[in-house]
């Protein structure tokens, strides 16, 4: 991703603080896996969204109106040994020249220099409670400033979360966070299709799942945005099942819930299929029923609508197929009023996308559902899942769990759906599998 578009968000963000006050956000750090091991490093979403800085022990702070520069990046200075061991980094001189900070200094430097910059400042914008270890520095370095207050320095009067404006400012995707994204939903989708086309009975989830990630690094993306969920019979009906260790039988149906991401942006598609290329009769009847509720829910996505449309739309379609299958009784509005659908379809009808799988954004705005704006992306993924105990309903449906969920564009007109390379019909999954 070009500067520039890192340069735009940081003038948007500036813009929003407004002279006299300053902002800090806070890299993530490395966390140790075991002894002296780390697990990779992946970036705070909202620190790489406003510097596109991926090394750890780094502090971004935004400061309108200063002279010598707005853009403060306090990082890791250059170290050869540490270059000759875990390779390069950017160093001071990186931070500027190739990172566009206006000026930076050491991050072991940050107790020295971050009180004289909080000087005069009335308000701090940062993420408040997210970063023990900033909200114990920033209490500490307002304190040393108000023991100053008989030289005339003014210490910061309040304290306000970042959140509300970054987050805001991540929920409506750029024409570059857009390309990033359609190209992690196209390796996904055929992810999904090699992984389908591989499926057969005796094979192990984790086999499946490693069609999945062996398509991911082969197209470029290295790391999942998620963990994967490759689960065979009863196991679908656990909804965040990711221990993918059991044997796929004929007869069963088998859920893959599975994304890559791509410079931070992630995909998100479920399907589920039969292991044996073809669907039994009640699989084929709850599959068909999941479609249709998606289908419905996909008709509410468009500007306009409210948040909650395409939810209210696939229970209104679900509650009336389990009536006609006979997995509930009793009349439909009370039904959904009562919420007993929530026995079978217990999550709600999707979420945010972006650089976190389930990303940032508020749902409500006042107390009110949001409306649709272009540019928005979120998953559309109704399910159905029977526990294997459920007493309640014919053997035939117990042990089934079925999802399905594609990640959507809202667009000017309505919507696009940006992972629709993976079949989703019955018809069309049969012929695949089956080498059609």
């Known amino acids: 991703m070009k500067q520039s578009e890192f340069k735009k968000r940081r003038k948007h963000l500036i813009n929003r603080i407004g002279v006299g006050n300053i902002a800090l956000i806070s890299s993530a750090s490395m966390r140790t896996r075991n002894r002296d091991v780390d697990y990779p490093f992946r970036q705070d979403s909202d620190f790489f969204y406003l510097t596109g800085f991926n090394e750890p022990d780094a502090l971004a702070v935004f400061i309108p109106g200063r002279e010598q520069g707005e853009y403060i990046l306090f990082c890791r200075e250059f170290d050869e040994k540490k270059a000759l061991w875990e390779g390069a980094h950017a160093g001071l001189e990186g931070a500027t020249k190739h990172f566009e900070a206006d000026d930076a200094f050491p991050i072991d430097d940050l107790d020295d220099i971050l009180p004289g910059l909080l000087e005069n400042k009335m308000k701090v914008f940062y993420p408040m409670g997210r970063n023990r270890e900033l909200d114990a520095n920033l209490l500490e370095w307002i304190n040393h400033i108000r023991n100053q207050s008989r030289s ?52 192990y989830e984790y086999q499946v799942e490693a069609e999945l990630i062996y398509h991911f690094n082969q197209n470029g993306l290295r790391n999942v945005a998620y963990p994967s969920i490759v689960a065979t019979g009863k196991n679908a009906c656990t909804l965040h099942y990711t221990e993918n260790n059991a044997k796929l039988k004929d007869g069963d149906l088998l859920l893959i819930d599975a994304g890559a991401e791509c410079d931070h942006y992630a995909a998100d598609i479920t399907r589920t299929f039969p292991v044996s290329g073809r669907f039994t009769e009640p699989q084929k009847q709850l599959y068909q029923l999941v479609l249709n509720a998606q289908l419905a829910a996909l008709e509410q996505i468009k500007p306009g609508l409210l948040w909650n449309q395409a939810h209210d739309a696939s229970v209104e379609v679900l509650t009336k197929g389990l009536v006609e299958l006979g997995l509930l009784k009793g009349k439909i509005n009370k039904l959904i009023k009562d919420e007993k659908y929530k026995q079978f379809y217990m999550h709600r009808i999707g979420h945010w996308l972006g650089m976190d799988v389930h990303d940032v954004g508020d749902y409500k705005i006042n ?23 459920c007493k309640t309903v014919e053997a035939k449906w117990r042990g089934i769990g079925i999802r399905i969920e594609d990640d959507i564009l809202v667009t000017a007109t309505g919507h696009e759906v940006l992972t629709a390379g993976v079949p989703k019909s019955i018809q069309e999954i049969e012929a695949l599998m089956q080498g059609q």
């Open 152 to 203: 005339g320095v003014i210490a910061p009067t309040e304290l306000i979360s970042i959140d509300v404006i970054v987050h805001e400012m991540r929920l409506f995707k750029s024409t570059t966070e857009l390309k990033l994204m359609r190209q992690a939903a196209e390796v996904s989708a055929n992810g999904h299709v090699k992984a389908m086309q591989a499926c057969k009975p005796g094979l």
């Open 367 to 389: 107390q009110e559902w949001r409306i649709l704006e272009p540019g928005m992306v979120l998953t559309v993924e109704p399910g159905l899942y029977i526990p294997a105990n």
